[in-house]
């Protein structure tokens, strides 16, 4: 049975190494982490094919300026002899030549010249929507961005809390020795000694949530960076000490309505309803456009034209629109009224959302203040009862809830500088000022 054990025992440590042996680990910034992100967002992989489409729809609309020119042809055989009757001035009679095939081709070339301005306002309407569509890349970017320094401060915290935990558990695993040397010197009650490896199991418990929170930051970091799930990332702490050079709220205020990359987009979106208005007025106007054509065809035994070369002037215009009326015009003077009032809301969301995420930034420095004050004030607080206690003037209870508060004031003050790193980054992302390296 011993045997056994220690078979089984071997097996999951040679598991254990092998399946660390397979985990890469990847040191990477913040930076770092956000480019490689970017480039492998799946988010900016579809942004780039409504791009693509965008382009597209623009080459459409200036096509439609360039002429039109059309090639026809056809043959049809005549297995039945068809009755022919000629009757031409001095020529009459039927029966005629024996026809059984035809031979016809055409080419009918068209360009326009004027079509009240729908071509013109087509083409600009789509430029601008092209840049709308670079613009809402750039903003899903910040936000992308973003969304990665979550990720990788979520990730920081966990790694630190993990430090904080291990460092502590050690101590608390040494008092624990200590403690039960004390108990069989019959120094300390084995009731004091147990609240001793109470507040052991508590850490470790403390540590095995940390290590949970741990793997699935990681794993939620690598599938933003477009990574294999295995890798193991290290982060650089450097990056919590962001944020020392805090502006005034009304500069943010005002950098966010001149680098919004949403409310770009939507500036471009309007002028692109606006021209689509006129174009829908033009659709009231005639169309000119020069045209031209050749023809030839060959009736073997009867017929043969060639050289039928003709040229004029084309006007088209569709009599319905005098009693019909313009829906199209009307769409589009809906949607520019739905834009425009967009416009309104997302200006004000604007302001919200940057006074918002100042007073975050600034509540979360003013966190780390009275974090640091705590933790001085805690870790004062364990040395002064452990000397008490070492000197039988404080109980186990009071030594134990000292060292619980130091472990807490520690990590927060860690948690603190990282959450007022990322609250500057939020601020800076609702700005629109967000950089990307």
């Not at 973003?146 to 008092?175: D, H, M, P």
């Not at 009224?337 to 509540?363: P, S």
């Amino acid at each position: 049975m011993k045997k056994i054990n220690n078979s089984v025992l071997a097996l999951a440590l040679f598991i254990g190494v092998a399946n660390i042996n397979a985990q890469e680990k990847k040191t990477l910034t913040l930076d770092e982490a956000v480019q490689l992100g970017i480039e492998n967002s799946k988010s900016l992989k579809i942004d780039a094919a409504k791009i693509e489409e965008a382009t597209a729809n623009l080459l459409e609309a200036k096509n439609r300026q360039l002429p039109e020119l059309k090639i026809s042809g056809s043959y049809t055989y005549l297995p039945i002899k068809p009755t022919m009757e000629i009757k031409l001035p001095g020529v009459s009679g039927a029966g005629g030549p024996e026809v059984h095939q035809v031979l016809y081709g055409s080419a009918n070339l068209s360009v326009p010249i004027y079509s009240g301005g729908r071509i013109k306002y087509g083409i600009e309407s789509a430029k601008y929507l092209v840049e709308a569509s670079k613009l809402t890349t750039e903003n899903d970017k910040i936000a992308i961005a973003y969304n990665i320094a979550q990720a990788y401060n979520n990730l920081f915290k966990a790694n630190q809390s993990i430090k904080v935990l291990e460092e502590n558990l050690t101590a608390s695993r040494k008092r624990d020795e200590t403690f039960l040397k004390m108990e069989n010197n019959g120094l300390i009650a084995r009731n004091d000694r147990l609240k001793a490896n109470l507040q052991t199991s508590n850490i470790e418990l403390q540590l095995l949530e940390a290590k949970n929170n741990y793997n699935i930051a990681n794993i939620n970091m690598d599938l933003l960076l477009g990574i294999p799930e295995t890798t193991e990332i290290e982060v650089d702490q450097n990056y919590i000490d962001e944020g020392d050079d805090v502006k005034p709220v009304d500069f943010y205020v005002i950098e966010a309505k001149e680098n919004r990359k949403d409310l770009k987009a939507l500036t471009q979106q309007r002028k692109a309803a606006e021209l689509g208005t006129k174009a829908a007025k033009a659709e009231n106007l005639p169309s000119i456009a020069f045209t031209g054509g050749y023809v030839a065809a060959d009736i073997p035994k009867f017929l043969t034209v060639y050289n039928a070369v003709n040229v004029g002037l084309g006007v088209s215009y569709n009599l319905s629109n005098l009693w019909k009326e313009n829906s199209s015009l009307k769409q589009s003077q809906a949607r520019e009224k739905q834009l425009a009032a967009t416009d309104e809301l997302l200006n004000d969301n604007i302001k919200l959302e940057v006074n918002r995420e100042y007073q975050n930034t600034d509540y979360s420095r003013k966190r780390i203040a009275v974090f640091e004050k705590s933790a001085e004030q805690a870790n004062e607080n364990y040395r002064i009862t452990k000397n008490k206690y070492d000197n039988g003037l404080a109980t186990m209870t009071e030594l134990l809830d000292a060292d619980a508060a130091q472990i807490a004031a520690n990590v927060g003050v860690i948690n603190a500088k990282a959450d007022a790193a990322l609250a500057y980054r939020k601020l800076l992302q609702t700005t629109g000022i967000l950089t990307i390296k």
